[in-house]
């Protein structure tokens, strides 16, 4: 690599790290994530947030994003971050991505008026849980939007919370949206 390009390659991780503190994420995975050290990084992050960097274990439970509420917001946050990937140069990395779509969550939510509950550090692990096969997205026959479930979980019939309030079923076939939607002829 030349002398150039490390230099702009340090630059970038640098930034990423100070966009990801202010996020909110922990040392240990602005550490994996820009490979600087862990040492200059809580330094960072200290001098950023204004105080020590948190300690603890950093979120591993895969469980936490089949709850109810986390469910629909880690469900959105893989929806964006796949339009996100999708408009994002060939040179973005897996960081920049995870800001944009952290931070395109969050302003989404908010302008929802709803609470955000997921950290980036659980986006971050919701993204491994993903490419190490813990979890896996179904998408809803009916709505078409897809959904985290757990890997190995059937994929196919899968009829999400929201269509089967609405009395969807996966039996019936007919669908009471079709219906609304005045496909005409059909008795209901
Ligand atoms: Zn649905």
């Given at each position: 690599m030349?002398?150039?390009?490390?230099?702009?390659?340090?630059?970038?991780?640098?930034?990423?790290?100070e966009?990801?503190?202010?996020?909110?994420a922990?040392?240990?995975?602005?550490?994996?994530?820009?490979?600087?050290?862990?040492w200059?990084?809580?330094?960072l992050?200290?001098?950023?947030?204004?105080?020590?960097?948190?300690?603890?274990?950093?979120?591993?439970?895969?469980?936490?994003?089949?709850?109810?509420?986390?469910?629909?917001?880690?469900?959105?946050?893989?929806a964006?971050?796949?339009?996100?990937?999708?408009?994002?140069?060939?040179?973005?990395?897996?960081?920049?991505?995870?800001?944009?779509?952290?931070s395109?969550?969050?302003?989404?939510l908010?302008?929802?008026g709803?609470?955000?509950?997921?950290?980036?550090?659980?986006?971050?692990?919701?993204?491994?849980?993903?490419?190490i096969?813990?979890?896996?997205?179904?998408?809803?026959?009916?709505?078409?939007?897809?959904?985290?479930?757990?890997?190995g979980?059937?994929?196919?019939?899968?009829?999400?919370?929201?269509?089967?309030?609405?009395?969807?079923?996966?039996?019936?076939?007919?669908?009471p949206?079709?219906?609304?939607?005045?496909?005409?002829?059909?008795?209901?």
């Amino acid at each position: 690599m030349s002398t150039k390009r490390a230099l702009q390659t340090e630059i970038l991780q640098y930034r990423n790290a100070e966009r990801l503190f202010r996020l909110g994420a922990r040392v240990p995975i602005v550490a994996e994530m820009t490979h600087l050290s862990s040492w200059f990084l809580r330094k960072l992050s200290l001098e950023i947030r204004g105080e020590a960097p948190r300690k603890g274990q950093i979120p591993n439970s895969d469980q936490w994003y089949l709850r109810r509420q986390n469910h629909l917001q880690a469900s959105l946050f893989c929806a964006i971050y796949d339009s996100v990937k999708r408009v994002a140069c060939d040179e973005a990395d897996e960081c920049a991505l995870l800001v944009s779509a952290y931070s395109e969550l969050a302003r989404a939510l908010e302008a929802a008026g709803m609470t955000l509950l997921m950290s980036v550090d659980r986006a971050w692990w919701l993204l491994k849980s993903l490419q190490i096969r813990n979890l896996q997205r179904a998408r809803c026959r009916v709505c078409g939007a897809r959904y985290l479930q757990p890997w190995g979980k059937l994929e196919r019939n899968f009829l999400c919370g929201d269509c089967r309030s609405q009395g969807y079923t996966l039996a019936g076939g007919r669908s009471p949206r079709r219906v609304a939607r005045g496909a005409g002829h059909e008795r209901a």
